[in-house]
């Protein structure tokens, strides 16, 4: 038997999503979105649909396409800084990058499912489709080993207090009333829970000696005396040689970044900014 096997994408997701910070974790029952998954054509793939209207989910097999490498311990987003083994996790770096993900089943038409929410980015290759079927893949007693203990923590009270300094107040306010951009909530959400520096959670510490945190499209500097936090500035996630370079154009919120950037002007150097964005 070979060492390798061929598999070919049945379709590709469409989500909008471009970027995977864009993507949840896992799909969030209370989102509402609507993606669509169009399958192939010329491959009787009409047929290959018939009577999966009546279910309420099916399971996506997908490919992790946009990740090059794997490694056998990795970093969850939850929880403290701890590498588990990656076959103990839903991690996308993965030996053989295949995710799976459960998703409501909106409607089928011809080779079309429309779908909820998912985790997965735009164009992402999907190899198969199955039904969820609950006497076969809910188990809701079944022990969860490590994610067990990191659900205690997150949702015990949040241990840091955070503040703003007067130019991250201004800019936060600039945002909102001017491009009605506001991730102020989320970010205080991230740092009151824990400030320390973690790759999967977009933390670092800068040669200066601050600290930054990835939100979304977006960065804040911030520095931690003790319990307290204080974010000292907003920033772009981007620089400005990405927001204006060809194929870049629905970087996330893009004419707010390059405002922001002709308001408070990017400090260069801007560092290892490819590497950062490409794992982003
Ligand atoms: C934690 S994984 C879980 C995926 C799946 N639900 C599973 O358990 O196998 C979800 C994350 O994968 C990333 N992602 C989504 N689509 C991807 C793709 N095509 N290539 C690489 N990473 C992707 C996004 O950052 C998303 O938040």
Redesign the pocket.
Known sequence: MSDSLTLKPIGFIRTGKRV??Q????PAEGEVETNVLELLPGLNFEQALQDLAGFERVWLLW?????ETWRPLVMPPRGPARRRGVFAT???HRPNPL???PVRLLGVKGRTLVLGAC???DG?PVFDVKPYVPAYDSFPGAKAGWIEEVDTVVNAPALFTVDFSEQAELQARWLRETHGVDFTARLVELLSRDPTPHRTRRIRKRKSGAFEIGCGAWRAEFAVGGQAVTVRALETGYPLRFLTREGYEDIPDRDAQMAFLARWPEILPTGDDEKRLKAE
């Open positions: 995977k910070f993507a949840l974790h896992q490919w992790f396409h946009r990740n839903r991690s996308p995710g799976m993900t985790d997965l980015v992402t």
